[in-house]
């Protein structure tokens, strides 16, 4: 059983910083690509960033110069540190990530759970 469990959303101002967190833990045997989506009531799940095993990095255009994705491969954890945070950016944020569990055949897509983070003064 895998489980991804984030942690760090909350409230903030505009302008202010956030750091997401997420840890994948259970029976992992590699983590491919891991990633954060966010999504607001009555729209569907943006895309938000990705990072490779390798360590290369997207992201949308609304967060570019703006948000870092960042991982430990030896933790199995992804990071999304969030900066100049707009009232725009106000979303459920999930994690995600494409991990191999008992072999390298059969590649599985798991998500987190979603935590909140309101950006308003």
């Known amino acids: 059983q895998v489980q991804l469990v984030e942690s760090g959303g909350g409230l903030v101002q505009p302008g202010g910083s956030l750091r997401l967190s997420c840890a994948a833990s259970?029976?992992?045997?590699?983590?491919?690509?891991m990633r954060w989506y966010r999504q607001i009531p009555a729209k569907e799940r943006e895309l938000v960033a990705t990072i490779s095993s390798g360590g290369d990095t997207n992201y949308v255009d609304s967060v570019k110069g703006r948000f870092t994705i960042s991982r430990d491969n030896a933790k199995n954890t992804v990071s999304l540190q969030m900066n100049s945070l707009k009232p725009e950016d106000t979303a459920v944020y999930y994690c995600?990530?494409?991990?191999?569990?008992?072999?390298?055949?059969?590649?599985?897509?798991?998500w987190g759970q979603g935590t909140q983070v309101t950006v308003s003064s």
């Open positions: 259970g029976t992992i045997l590699k983590v491919n690509d």
């Open positions: 995600f990530a494409h991990l191999f569990t008992t072999n390298l055949r059969n590649q599985y897509q798991y």
